[in-house]
């Protein structure tokens, strides 16, 4: 039972992270929230949602190969780690690079 609520959870949490970028880059971007110190260019904004894509891909590679190592509920039991760690980068990030690192780590688990 445990699996599949944690194989549901992580079906949410990548959709949480993929629609992240929508409404954050638009407050990122335009500067007047003084509370969080990212302020971000057009370019900037660009690279931060559209590096995942790489992630990805990278991700997938990884997995293919260490799957069948440590078989699929645990990996699935490993995403999660990742995830929390990222969600914790995306509410203490000070800078673009921590931005963009954090993305990439949810999507190459």
């Known amino acids: 039972?445990?699996?599949y609520l944690e194989g549901n959870l992580g079906m949410l949490s990548v959709g949480q992270f993929l629609g992240w970028t929508s409404p954050s880059l638009a407050v990122l971007m335009q500067g007047k929230d003084e509370?969080?110190?990212i302020h971000l260019t057009p370019q900037e904004a660009a690279w931060v949602?559209?590096?995942p894509t790489l992630g990805g891909?990278?991700?997938a590679i990884i997995c293919a190969v260490i799957i069948n190592i440590f078989g699929r509920k645990n990996i699935?039991?490993?995403t999660a780690i990742?995830?929390?760690i990222s969600w914790l980068m995306i509410a203490f990030a000070t800078s673009?690079?921590?931005s963009i690192l954090k993305k990439n780590i949810v999507?190459?688990?």
């Open 1 to 3: 039972m445990l699996f």
């Open 35 to 37: 509370g969080y110190p």
């Open 49 to 51: 949602a559209s590096l």
């Open 57 to 59: 891909i990278a991700g």
């Open 76 to 78: 699935m039991l490993f």
């Open 82 to 84: 990742p995830s929390i």
């Open 96 to 98: 673009l690079t921590v």
């Open 107 to 109: 999507f190459t688990s």
